[in-house]
Nanobody
């Protein structure tokens, strides 16, 4: 079955850290760009970060630069997002996608990140 499964979310205090994981199954991710998105309540889903097939090139939305790090392990078919210095405005459901393979509208279950004291 072709799918992406996100994990690693939770409740964290402002300034804390979380590492999200995305496990791909049913296909190999090694030739595709991979993305992290997030969707806060009452908002559209937005891109957070992107990583090239080799992992050498990354892109971050400005508000995440210096705080978030995207990485991948093609051998394990995994995508990661290390999030540091989390802020309340980072609260959202986080999703991963491989749009070249699964389409831009694909949406897994996501993982909830809540930043609150």
């Amino acid at each position: 079955q072709v799918q992406l499964v996100e994990s690693g979310g939770g409740l964290v205090q402002p300034g804390g850290s979380l590492k999200l994981s995305c496990a791909a199954s049913g296909f190999s991710v090694s030739q595709y760009y991979m993305y992290w998105y997030r969707q806060a309540p009452e908002n559209e889903r937005k891109v957070v970060a992107r990583v090239s097939p080799s992992g050498s090139y990354t892109f971050y939305v400005d508000s995440m630069k210096g705080r978030f790090t995207v990485s991948r392990d093609n051998a394990k078919n995994m995508l990661y997002l290390q999030m540091n210095n989390l802020k309340p405005e980072d609260t959202a459901v986080y999703y991963c996608n491989v749009p070249q393979r699964l389409g831009v509208d694909y949406r897994g279950r996501g993982t909830q990140v809540t930043v609150s004291s």
